[in-house]
């Protein structure tokens, strides 16, 4: 009876502590327990599983005259696949399609695949001709989004791992692959999470940054240690898009130059294919609430609103080659911004949409490059902040969430990577100041913190 007694409680201990995995480590409790068991239930019911979503096809001529000999019915056949491989959320398989079989099949049923096998999601896309990968993820990914210990910088200069995908992998911002990037979200959102990732990862690199925040600068000047300039009112935003557009001009004209330096020159027709010493330092373009920047009350607020927009137009269709890209947050994007606001969202191919107030500004974040992605985007719900839809314009998305990080965390990354602000004398007049505290004070009357310019 005792020795029935202590399976019972060793029973119990281990169940619990195998939830307790599961809740803790759920990467851990993937590896031990996860992805065996899925695994076995994969490879056991595939044929059965891929039979009854409709993915199989008529055995071949060959298959069904050797059933009829031994009296037996040819069965259908399921798509060759590989050995169900461990990832660190999931698994992969790779499949090969039958003839007459297409993609969008299987991701038709992507689904159903996922009930059969008690997953939590399954992702299915094309690889080459003819063959899918098909990844199972095990537990929602996006519930608790760390960043890894090992934050390493994907794919070169300009290119920042930001948040997590629902399927595992990580959504990588590469602003020379889609140079401008539209950004929505309202309060409380997660919207200030991502940005906050996204400054923290540029002000690491030889950047120059650029705020413009009409809101009186409270949404970007902590970040000021680390940027070349901050416009925070729409008058001195207009002044700052003007002289941005005189730095285009002057690169365009340095790439112009090159084609003709001798017949030695290479030729190019962006500042990338310029030599290493001469080219110009990338810019990238802040724009937070962009509907507090075009707001306009009578009309020469309109004016300089038309005006403003046609600016960014200009930055954004020919930026790219001049090494000038262009981020615009806000909480909501339409009309409001003019008669350029559709011809200005046309040149933001990246889209990240955040949950939002109205159905209106998720469909102009992303219905012209995925219909159902805005209808995604409108099912965010609210008490899962950070959680967002992200697209371009090939017309793929997907869900991703931003690892959490504090105002305070983000302020000091900025403070710290405060000497790498690159020198560029047009922005000059725009560099913001900021307050330093005296390291020692003599007494608790000690002066107010003085302020200085961030060259200093």
């Known amino acids: 009876m005792t020795d029935t007694v202590w399976t019972l409680v060793l029973a119990l201990v281990g169940l619990a502590a195998l939830l307790v995995l599961r809740r803790r480590l759920p990467v851990a409790f993937w590896w031990l327990v996860g992805y065996p068991l899925v695994a076995l239930r994969v490879l056991t019911t595939y044929r059965a599983t891929m039979d009854a979503c409709g993915l199989t096809v008529p055995a071949s001529a060959v298959r069904r005259a050797t059933a009829r000999l031994i009296g037996r019915e040819a069965a259908p056949v399921p798509p060759r696949r590989s050995l169900p491989l461990p990832t660190g959320s999931g698994l992969v398989m790779r499949l090969r399609m039958a003839a007459g079989q297409a993609p969008e099949d299987f991701i038709a049923s992507a689904d159903r695949l996922r009930h059969a096998w008690a997953a939590h999601a399954v992702h299915i896309r094309p690889t080459k001709p003819g063959r899918l990968e098909l990844r199972l993820i095990g537990w929602d990914v996006l519930a608790d989004v760390r960043r890894p210990r090992q934050w390493k910088q994907a794919g070169g200069p300009l290119s920042l791992p930001l948040a997590l995908r629902d399927d595992g992998q990580w959504h990588v911002r590469d602003f020379r692959a889609v140079p401008h990037e539209l950004i929505?979200?309202?309060?409380q959102s997660g919207k200030s999470v991502y940005l906050r990732n996204l400054l923290c990862g540029l002000a690491r690199q030889p950047v120059v940054l650029v705020g413009i925040?009409?809101?009186?600068?409270?949404?970007?000047?902590?970040?000021?240690?680390?940027?070349?300039?901050?416009?925070?009112?729409?008058?001195?935003?207009?002044?700052?898009?003007?002289?941005l557009l005189v730095e285009m001009e002057a690169r365009f004209r340095l790439i112009g130059l090159s084609g003709g330096a001798g017949p030695d020159a290479v030729l190019t027709s962006d500042v990338w294919g310029l030599p290493d010493d001469v080219r110009p330092?990338?810019?990238?373009?802040?724009v937070d609430e962009v509907a507090e920047l075009f707001l306009a009350a009578g009309k020469d607020d309109e004016k300089r609103r038309d005006a403003m927009v046609t600016k960014l137009i200009r930055l954004a269709q020919l930026g790219r080659a001049a090494g000038i890209y262009l981020e615009v947050c806000g909480q909501r994007f339409g009309?409001?911004?003019?008669?350029?606001?559709?011809?200005?969202?046309?040149?933001?191919?990246?889209?990240?949409?955040?949950?939002?107030n109205d159905e209106s500004s998720a469909n102009m974040a992303l219905a012209d490059i995925a219909p159902e992605a805005a209808l995604a985007a409108t099912s965010i719900p609210a008490e899962r902040p950070g959680i967002a839809v992200v697209g371009d314009s090939s017309g793929g998305w997907s869900q991703i969430r931003s690892p959490h990080l504090t105002l305070d965390d983000a302020a000091a990354v900025c403070r710290d990577t405060s000497a790498l602000?690159?020198?560029?004398?047009?922005?000059?007049?725009?560099?913001?100041?900021?307050?330093?505290?005296?390291?020692?004070?003599?007494?608790?009357t000690a002066a107010a913190p003085t302020a200085r310019p961030v060259t200093d």
């Not at 330092?281 to 802040?286: G, L, Q, W």
């Not at 009309?335 to 939002?356: D, I, K, P, Y």
Request: glycine share 6%.
């Open 421 to 444: 602000v690159p020198e560029l004398p047009r922005l000059d007049s725009f560099r913001p100041v900021v307050a330093v505290k005296p390291a020692a004070p003599a007494s608790p």
């Open 281 to 286: 330092v990338p810019v990238v373009v802040v």
């Open 184 to 187: 929505l979200g309202a309060t």
């Open 335 to 356: 009309s409001e911004l003019g008669r350029g606001a559709t011809m200005l969202r046309a040149q933001l191919t990246g889209r990240v949409c955040h949950r939002v």
């Open 213 to 243: 925040d009409c809101k009186w600068g409270v949404e970007l000047a902590p970040f000021a240690p680390r940027l070349s300039a901050l416009a925070d009112n729409p008058d001195r935003a207009n002044e700052l898009l003007d002289t």
